[in-house]
C-alpha cells in the first residue's frame, strides 16, 4: 500500500466510492487525497452516535475515521463466519489510534440517553428516545404513506419513514443505527424488531425490541399490523375506485406475513401491477422460455473490423 509521510506522521490512502482521503496512523488527521495523490486541505472531522467521520459534499459519502485507520493499518477481519465490529481498547471511541483499535465479537450497542446525533445526507439530526426527530430546530414529519397522483391513492406502509433530502428513509432504520433497539441482535437467527405496543407507528426506544422472526409476539404482531392497514387504507383513500392490479388492503388475510424491510406482504398470489403475471409457485410454474426467431430479419450487414462504422 502507498505510504507517505507528513509532520512526522505515516499516512496512507483510503477511499470510499469516488471519495479518497489520506489518513494518519494516529487517527487524527485526515487530508483530502488530490491530484497525483497531494495532500490537499485539512479534512474537517465531524462526530455523530456512529463515530467521528469526514464528509464530502458533493458526492454525499460519509468515511467514519475507525473505518479508514483500522483498514489501512490494522489486520483485516477474522473470516471464521462469525460477525465483528471496531472495538477501543482504552474505550474511548474518539481514540482511533492504530494501537487503539481492534476487531471484537459483533453486539448490537443500546444507549441509554434521550437523545443523539446523526448525520444523514450532510445534515445533523437529532433523534430521540421517544422516536421524534428534529432537524435545524424544527421536527421532522413521519409518513406511513405516499401519494401516489397518477391513481390518485395513498400508499400505506408499515414501516414510517422520513423524507431525507429526495429519500425516503425509514424511522426503525434510524432508531437501530443510534442503538435505541432493545436488547441484542448477535445471536438471533433471523432478527427482527418488535413494537411491544403493537402500534407500527410508536418508535419510542422502550417500544422497540430485537425478536425473532418467528417468536409469538411478533406473529402476534403481524395479524395487528394486517389490521392496522386495513384501517389506515380505508380511512386514507375510503371508497375510492383502485387500478386494475392494486393491492387493496381487504386482500391481504390476516394470516400473512409482512416483510420487516420492505413493508409488503409476502408470498401474495396477487399480481403487484397491471400486466404482470402472477408469482411462480408449484401450482403455477413460469412458462418455458421460447427464444425469439431472427430469421425474418435477414443477415447483418458487413461493417468490417469496426462495429460502430455506419452502415
Known amino acids: 500500500m502507498k505510504e507517505e509521510f507528513k509532520d512526522g506522521k505515516r499516512f496512507r490512502p483510503y477511499h470510499k466510492d469516488r471519495f479518497w482521503i489520506w489518513v494518519a496512523d494516529s487517527g487524527d488527521s485526515v487530508f483530502h487525497y488530490g491530484a497525483n495523490g497531494l495532500f490537499k486541505g485539512v479534512c474537517k472531522i465531524l462526530k455523530d452516535c456512529r463515530g467521528p467521520f469526514v464528509y464530502e459534499s458533493w458526492s454525499g459519502t460519509q468515511i467514519y475515521r475507525e473505518n479508514a485507520v483500522m483498514t489501512c493499518f490494522c489486520p483485516p ?57 428534529k432537524c435545524d430546530g424544527q421536527f421532522e414529519d413521519i409518513y406511513d404513506y405516499w401519494y401516489d397522483d397518477d391513481v390518485d391513492l395513498n400508499y400505506i406502509t408499515p414501516e414510517p419513514f422520513v423524507y431525507i433530502g429526495r429519500e425516503r428513509i425509514k424511522v426503525y432504520k434510524i432508531m437501530r443505527a443510534c442503538g435505541y ?75 400473512a406475513s409482512i416483510d420487516p424491510i420492505t413493508g409488503a406482504p409476502i408470498n401474495l398470489q396477487i399480481p403487484p401491477f397491471p400486466g404482470w403475471p402472477a408469482p411462480s409457485s408449484s401450482e403455477n410454474p413460469p412458462a418455458p422460455f421460447t427464444p425469439p426467431d431472427f430469421s425474418s430479419f435477414g443477415e447483418a450487414p458487413d461493417v468490417g473490423d469496426n462495429p460502430l462504422k455506419p452502415i
Open 181 to 255: 433497539v432493545q436488547g441484542d441482535d448477535a445471536d438471533l437467527q433471523n432478527p427482527v424488531i418488535l413494537h411491544r405496543d403493537m402500534n407500527y407507528r410508536n418508535f419510542a426506544s422502550d417500544n422497540l425490541e430485537w425478536v425473532e422472526k418467528n417468536d409469538p409476539r411478533y406473529l402476534a404482531y403481524q395479524k395487528q399490523i394486517s389490521q392496522d392497514l386495513k384501517a389506515r387504507d380505508m380511512e386514507m383513500n375510503g371508497n375510492h375506485p383502485r387500478p386494475e392490479g392494486w393491492i387493496n388492503s381487504d386482500q391481504i388475510p390476516p394470516s
Open 77 to 133: 477481519c477474522p473470516k471464521d463466519g462469525k460477525d465483528y465490529m471496531i472495538g477501543y481498547k482504552d474505550g474511548n471511541m474518539m481514540n482511533c489510534n492504530y494501537h487503539n483499535l481492534k476487531w471484537v465479537p459483533y453486539h448490537y450497542q443500546n444507549t441509554t440517553k434521550k437523545k443523539e446525533i446523526l448525520y444523514m445526507d450532510g445534515d445533523k439530526y437529532e433523534i430521540f428516545s421517544n422516536g421524534t426527530i
